[in-house]
């Protein structure tokens, strides 16, 4: 078995075990013990959530004391404490839906988006980097001055403007391959921190 292979099963047993509806758990756990971005008490928006991996996680960090909105635009069972959505990221009311649903605007968004892959690398990547840029256009309505944010993104040819636009909307960004990835995949994560809010700012 190849050591991809053996770290990919290793993470769907965990999650198996240890109650986590999927292995994509342990990328946000990951990230979040490097960078700290989920703490007691924060209010945090979940883009992607299906099938509830993130969710789980986010509710367990935040506790009792926060509050966990997740949309997709599958149906997610219920998760303990969390709001969960179906709803289209595109939809132009689903900004005031999830800050109704918080009752104010959030500490943190998460995105987890991802096209369904067609087997197209340029397709696929022009995809994705487009629903992250969705996800940006939400943060601009939900996300408070001062938050931070996650990201996932497909390397290529347009991921370099992405992290342009990234940075002047946000006071410093990390980028991310936590160990549950699959290293020779081309996922990884923008890690960002202190939103700048206001109009959207585009690179110079």
């Known amino acids: 078995m190849r050591l991809a292979d053996a770290r990919k099963d290793r993470y769907r047993r965990l999650a198996k075990d240890q109650g986590y509806r999927s292995r994509?758990?342990?990328?946000?756990?990951?990230?979040?013990?490097?960078?700290?971005?989920?703490?007691?008490?924060?209010?945090?928006?979940?883009?992607?959530?299906a099938p509830g991996g993130w969710v789980q996680v986010t509710q367990r960090e935040v506790g009792s004391s926060g509050k966990v909105v997740g949309i997709d635009l599958k149906e997610i069972e219920p998760i303990n404490g969390a709001v969960l959505l179906q709803g289209d990221i595109q939809d132009p009311a689903i900004a005031a839906i999830?800050?109704?649903?918080?009752?104010?605007?959030?500490?943190?968004?998460?995105?987890?988006?991802?096209?369904?892959?067609?087997?197209?690398?340029?397709?696929?990547?022009?995809?994705?980097?487009?629903?992250?840029?969705?996800?940006?256009?939400?943060?601009?309505?939900?996300?408070?001055?001062?938050?931070?944010a996650v990201f996932k993104v497909f390397e290529g040819s347009m991921l370099e403007e992405l992290k342009s636009e990234m940075r002047?909307?946000?006071?410093?960004?990390?980028?991310s391959k936590p160990e549950a990835s699959r290293q020779e995949s081309s996922e990884m994560y923008l890690v960002c921190f202190n939103f700048r809010a206001g109009d959207t700012l585009q690179p110079k």
């Open 24 to 49: 994509s758990a342990y990328k946000l756990l990951q990230i979040n013990k490097s960078y700290k971005i989920l703490k007691k008490g924060l209010s945090v928006v979940d883009l992607g959530s």
């Open 98 to 148: 999830v800050i109704d649903k918080l009752d104010s605007k959030a500490d943190v968004l998460l995105s987890d988006l991802a096209p369904n892959v067609s087997g197209v690398w340029d397709i696929d990547h022009a995809r994705q980097i487009s629903l992250t840029k969705t996800g940006l256009m939400i943060a601009h309505r939900v996300l408070r001055k001062g938050g931070n």
């Open 168 to 175: 002047h909307n946000f006071e410093r960004i990390q980028v």
